[in-house]
């Protein structure tokens, strides 16, 4: 057993420390969140120049062929930090070229997201069918050298900046489970309207409706009927990256917390010194330790090319519910302070409640893992 | 990095199992949960423990162990958690033995590391007293100095090995004019000496404890480990050695709750469709992970050398808080045949959840209460004020 960083990722995480220390704070977060493009282009391009978006991209499109453990360490800073942009998205869907993308599909791609030219996210979730592809609704009716789209996806993120959108949907006339394909889309195509959903965590997300698009056959990413699999084999290290990126905010909280605790007086002591104060630090602790062994040893185990499908349930399960008692009892103790929104807390208290939803919710997750444990 | 155990510590652990699945018998299994402590049958799997030096592998070979590492070490405790359905851990092995390398005399380990490593010998903790629970500065039986002995009177409290030790493993206040913690004295007391006197206590699930009476007992002072009035620090120096926790018996329940749900039917459907059952038996199977995590994480820790010591007080923390919860849930998941006891005619083969859920109440009170040790992450791990 080896718990230690290896050189490389400690450098990576050096670069990124320095990279948010120089570049993020609690002014940009709230930039990011009032504006429509909810990111910064010229932070986006020093991005790219650290090799963050072609990360794991191989090396013959610009990318450095990295592992996940890699990737993971870059998204641990980034929940640390709570820092807004497309990469999560963009490190999604190029993965999934890479799983789907023929030869010319990787070459166009592939090298345009590692250089930060292109900005591609993938459509997950629908109004009903958020979690389990198997249940996608958007259709793609077969016609004359292409299909005709239809359908309306919801939480994609960063839509309204991409240049693509990976699309799921579903054969005309497929069965359930069947027939999903992906679909490049163009959000500036006709008939594809891209409208922000305002939400609570201020994530950029978007409701993408697509009517009647018309699309030819090199639009399709790999094989028609195979998108679910495409997915679920690149689903690992999505799910792995979140969760490590989840525990970076709240190792971050409880920094917060502690810091907290320790300076404010009441009753002429630190807060901090209240037994039920330390308490809820500890509980705080526990929770933190708890997600960085499973986020972490999840990660490690895809980057051996387990899909470890049990594992990546078990660990958003475990570090979504984890993460909501960290930000809820950070924000207990804090009182009034924490309630405010000029305060740093309230970023990662209403970022919890997003990134929980993100990949599966916990009973959705936790489902998976009973699938696993009690149905062969 | 890796998250596998080496291919010896594997090689190491399949070993500790064949061996758990031969001497392992159901006779041993329903002695050791009796809450009776070591019987017949428990001495004796613990001599053959001992043969093979598993009882104190971390122990240098020259006192009868394998000069191993804590994940070796681990690995036997997690084993036996894991049979034995339980985390039953030798006093002497695991606290005296490690305190007495550190600080007892050439003597005290000639005499004792053999036989505690080969199991012919076990020790009681003597700390706690009616007065003196979280609080072991307030510990009060006297050891009074007298020529070549010390004359000890006083009474401990839920002293649970005393009545299957030969040793009492004794801390005893011989200085009163100073600070609390600064006049204490550990001692290894014979249980055979005249004055002593053992009656025991009856806890929740029939697990036996003890008070013990001290009557002007005569201790010559050869039985005194380490320095006089520094028995305080000895006993933070064993602490650092009892900080790895099991998941083995865990790992055991949430195996026998998975086969109780899939094969159960409960108003005309199996528990494994019921989408609540899925729900728990998920839940609680990522706890375990997150258990196992804690206490893997501990184990490396030690062996890199690295001080755990809140570490160690998380774990404490998450693993009884999640023993309780299991045997709460599976209790629950069982409905009606969850009540009945494992000795009642009508029991289930998972009959043992009802007693473990009484026996396992008092986890997250003994070993150091939770209360305590989510001071001591607050305090030594966070950096938070003693005030």
């Known amino acids: 057993m080896d718990l230690t960083f290896s050189f490389e990722q400690h450098q990576i995480r050096e670069a990124a420390k320095t990279f948010f220390k120089r570049n993020w704070s609690k002014k940009t977060m709230q930039e990011a969140e009032d504006s429509a493009k909810g990111y910064s282009v010229d932070l986006w391009k020093t991005m790219a120049e650290l090799g963050w978006l072609g990360l794991m991209l191989p090396e013959e499109f610009g990318g450095t062929g990295a592992g996940l453990l890699d990737m993971a360490v870059v998204f641990e800073e980034v929940g640390v930090a709570h820092f807004s942009s497309p990469l999560f998205g963009t490190f999604l869907s ?38 389990d592809l198997a249940l996608t609704t958007t259709t793609a009716t077969p016609e004359e050298n292409g299909y005709v789209i239809n359908g309306t996806k919801f939480f994609v993120p960063y839509a309204n900046v991409a240049d693509y959108i990976i699309c799921p949907a579903r054969i005309a006339g497929a069965a359930c489970g069947m027939g999903i394909t992906l679909f490049l889309l163009d959000p500036k195509t006709a008939g594809i309207e891209c409208t922000p959903i305002e939400t609570i965590a201020k994530d950029k997300q978007v409701k993408v409706q697509i009517t009647n698009v018309k699309v030819p056959m090199q639009t399709v990413l790999g094989e028609i009927g195979k998108g679910q699999a495409y997915i679920e084999a690149v689903l690992p290290n999505a799910i792995a990256a979140k969760c490590v990126e989840m525990v970076g905010a709240m190792q971050q909280v409880l920094e917060m917390t502690t810091g907290y605790a320790k300076q404010r007086v009441q009753f002429d002591r630190p807060i901090g010194g209240f037994q039920a104060v330390q308490h809820h630090c500890a509980n705080m602790f526990i929770a933190v330790e708890g997600s960085k062994w499973l986020a972490y040893r999840t990660a490690w185990m895809v980057s051996q090319g387990n899909s470890a499908l049990k594992e990546c349930y078990m660990t958003k399960a475990w570090v979504s519910d984890a993460f909501q008692r960290v930000v809820r009892t950070g924000l207990q103790v804090h009182g009034g302070m924490g309630l405010m929104k000029d305060y740093e807390l309230q970023f990662y208290f209403r970022g919890a409640k997003g990134d929980e939803m993100v990949l599966g919710d916990a009973d959705f997750c936790r489902e998976k893992v009973a699938g696993q444990l009690l149905d062969s | ?86 985390s039953f851990v030798h006093m002497g092995a695991s606290i005296v033995a490690p305190t007495l390398l ?19 010998i076990e020790f009681a903790l003597g700390y706690t ?54 006049g204490l004295s550990l001692f290894i007391v014979p249980m055979d000496s005249p004055g002593i006197t053992v009656r025991p206590l009856w806890a929740i699930g029939g697990e036996r404890t003890n008070e013990v009476f001290y009557d002007n007992v005569v201790v010559p002072k050869k039985y005194l480990v380490g320095e006089k009035n520094k028995g305080f620090y000895h006993m933070m120096v064993a602490l650092e050695y009892e900080r790895i926790f099991t998941v083995g018996h865990l790992d055991r329940a949430m195996s026998d709750l998975a086969r109780y749900v899939r094969e159960t039917k409960r108003d005309g459907r199996l528990l494994s469709k019921d989408p609540l059952v899925r729900q728990k038996i998920a839940e609680l199977a990522s706890m375990v992970e997150v258990g196992r995590g ?39 998941i069982m409905g009606l045949h969850g009540l009945v006891s494992p000795e009642s005619t009508v029991a289930s083969p998972n009959g043992w959840f009802a007693g473990w859920f009484l026996a396992n109440a008092r986890r997250t009170i003994t070993g150091g209460t939770n209360e305590i040790q989510r001071n001591v992450i607050a305090q030594r791990g966070l950096g938070l004020p003693r005030v």
């Open chain 1, 94 to 131: 190029g993965l999934i070229v890479r799983e789907a993308g023929n030869m010319e599909q990787k070459r166009n791609l592939l090298t345009g997201l590692a250089s930060g030219k292109l900005i591609v996210t993938t459509a997950l979730s629908e109004v009903e069918a958020q979690y």
């Open chain 2, 1 to 86: 990095m890796d998250y596998c155990l080496s291919a010896k510590e594997q090689a190491f652990q399949k070993e500790v199992r064949d061996f758990m699945r031969r001497e392992v018998t159901p006779e041993l299994f329903k002695e050791m949960n009796a809450g009776l402590g070591l019987g017949p049958l428990g001495w004796e799997f613990t001599r053959k423990l001992g043969a093979r030096r598993w009882l104190a592998p971390m122990l240098p070979v020259e006192y009868g162990g394998l000069s191993a590492s804590f994940m070796d070490r681990f690995i036997v405790i997690d084993e036996i958690a894991y049979y034995l359905q339980g």
């Open chain 2, 102 to 120: 550190i600080v007892g005399s050439k003597e005290q380990k000639a005499e004792y590391l053999p036989k505690i490593a080969r199991g012919e």
């Open chain 2, 129 to 182: 007293e009616p007065q003196a629970g979280s609080d072991l500065s307030s510990i009060d039986i006297r050891a009074v100095e007298q020529d070549d002995h010390f004359l000890i009177s006083g009474q401990k409290m839920f002293n649970s090995g005393c009545h299957y030790s030969q040793f009492h493993w004794l801390c005893c206040r011989t200085e009163v004019t100073v600070p609390r913690h600064k």
């Open chain 2, 294 to 332: 804690l206490a893997y994480h501990i184990a490396w820790m030690l062996d890199q050398k690295q001080a755990p010591d809140y570490h160690a007080a998380a774990s404490k923390v998450f693993l009884t808080e999640l023993e309780q919860q299991m045997a709460h849930n599976a209790l629950r």
